[in-house]
């Protein structure tokens, strides 16, 4: 069994380790060799902690031999994207300036997942920042991803993403500011949660009343997401806007489709203002018959607000503008091209700009609601179209008539729920005929993440794709 075990869910795994089918050791112990043989193609890594992770599955297993395992999550191997500070380990934000950094303290989203009792395998790669939607920085070659090498696993969670749907652990931390988790999870068929603004607290923050980043989980299954959400979820005092509520640390998301009965769900292909490859709209319809049948109404609409895009710019380009400052200042070779335009004209903005920027997300807000006191959920297709070439630069930005540059217009279906704060779940819905993954987006309500996790549980058991793996060689 043990050289399958980094195939399995974090929810088989934790059944195996409760009924002593198998030891958080054999298991870290599989994925760790899976890691070392497949990580120099994928580059989902910047650093392995393979000592570490050894010596904390030896104390899960001595947990589960005595009975106490801490939660479902202890002995279950994971991952951190390299924008979270973690205690002793390396943490590079991407960049140059950070190459060689170590913190002395975890983050929020570390510690918890540190208490959790989980295996943690190491450092999942990223833009530098964060800032872009492919996962490329100067401290290597590209991550790549894993059901095409030549191709970009999206990011800035691509390293995470290319990292679970290669077996490189069952469950990853993701953090989406304009689709960073939703972006790679679709362009490499996992499972990716962004959820409500607040339900996972962020610390430390800088900016906590101005941003839009949502930490979250990357899974191979929605019942995974649930479990690594159940640990990362809960209000702290240092993160103000952390959703005051509780997160039930037992939510299971119902894959029978009952909590379906009776909803409104809007689909829109496009939103309205966009454009989207014939052949992913298709992929993305083609899930509406599963809601129907499990009870919810369907309607075909758009929402009700236009393109987000050139407000969305201000603020998210002031705010890397400011994050990128010192390395842009003391090292301008360690800035690319891309992330130098983006800090000069983030520089170039006035006051003034920023905040009818936030103006404007205020009234985006305002028609969300509108639109969603109608439905209870929306769903569209995740991305315009399938990964792009790796090693690219900007990639590719164009669909159809449309240009993709540069008003974040490959991610227009992303970045309008970061902004509104809503819960938002991406899913395999299929694969293109050149056997590409292709992501389905579930949107909620404000604060109904539950209500997402059921929905796309329900797509799950009646479309599963959790046992179609990449070949790897």
């Not at 939703?182 to 068929?189: A, I, K």
Request: hydrophobic share 35%; glycine share 10%; aromatic share 8%.
């Amino acid at each position: 069994m043990n050289d399958a075990l980094w195939s399995r869910s974090a929810t088989e795994l934790t059944e195996l380790i409760e009924q002593k089918q198998a030891s958080p050791v054999e298991i870290t112990e599989s994925v760790l060799d899976r890691i070392e043989r497949h990580n120099g193609t994928l580059r989902a890594f910047l650093t392995v902690t393979a000592d570490q992770a050894l010596d904390e599955a030896k104390a899960a297993e001595r947990r589960a031999t005595a009975g106490e395992r801490i939660g479902p999550l202890d002995g279950i191997p994971y991952s951190i994207k390299d924008l979270e500070d973690t205690a002793g380990i390396r943490t590079t934000y991407g960049t140059k300036l950070h190459e060689n950094h170590v913190p002395h303290t975890d983050s929020l989203t570390a510690a918890r997942l540190r208490s959790s009792g989980g295996v943690l395998l190491g450092k999942t790669n990223t833009p530098a920042y964060g800032y872009k939607d492919m996962t490329e920085n100067l401290l290597g070659g590209p991550c790549v991803n894993p059901w095409n090498t030549s191709k970009t696993p999206g990011g800035s969670s691509g390293g995470a993403a290319s990292a679970v749907a290669a077996g490189f652990g069952p469950v990853a931390q993701g953090s989406d500011g304009a689709g960073s988790i939703r972006t790679p999870s679709s362009l490499c068929g996992v499972v990716g949660l962004k959820p409500s603004f607040g339900r996972v607290p962020v610390w430390p923050g800088g900016d906590y009343w101005g941003h839009r980043v949502h930490n979250g989980p990357i899974a191979r299954t929605v019942a995974d997401a649930a479990l690594l959400l159940s640990v990362l979820a809960g209000p702290d005092p240092r993160d103000p806007l952390s959703v005051d509520q509780a997160w039930p640390s037992d939510f299971r998301p119902d894959p029978s489709g009952a909590p379906l009965r009776g909803l409104r769900i809007a689909f829109s292909p496009d939103f309205g203002y966009g454009e989207v490859e014939p052949e992913i709209a298709e992929l993305a319809a083609s899930a509406l018959p599963v809601f129907a049948e499990y009870g919810a109404t369907v309607e075909h609409r758009d929402p009700s607000w236009a393109n987000p895009g050139p407000f969305h710019r201000v603020i998210y380009h002031s705010g890397l503008a400011v994050r990128a400052e010192t390395e842009y200042e003391q090292h301008p070779e360690w800035v690319d091209e891309w992330l130098t335009e983006i800090v000069r004209e983030g520089r170039s903005l006035t006051a003034i700009d920023l905040k009818k920027a936030e103006t404007e997300r205020g009234q985006l807000y305002d028609r969300a609601t509108e639109f969603f006191s109608e439905f209870d959920l929306l769903v569209s297709p995740q991305l315009p179209f399938t990964a792009w070439d790796a090693g690219s630069g900007r990639g590719r930005t164009e669909v159809g008539s449309l240009s993709l540059y540069p008003d974040f217009r490959r991610s227009f279906m992303c970045y309008p729920f970061n902004l509104t704060g809503q819960p938002a779940i991406t899913l395999p819905c299929g694969w293109t005929t050149d056997g590409m993954p292709v992501g389905l987006q579930i949107v909620g309500r404000w604060h109904r993440d539950d209500v997402v996790l059921h929905a796309a549980a329900a797509f799950e058991a009646a479309r599963p794709f959790a046992q179609r793996w990449p070949e790897l060689g």
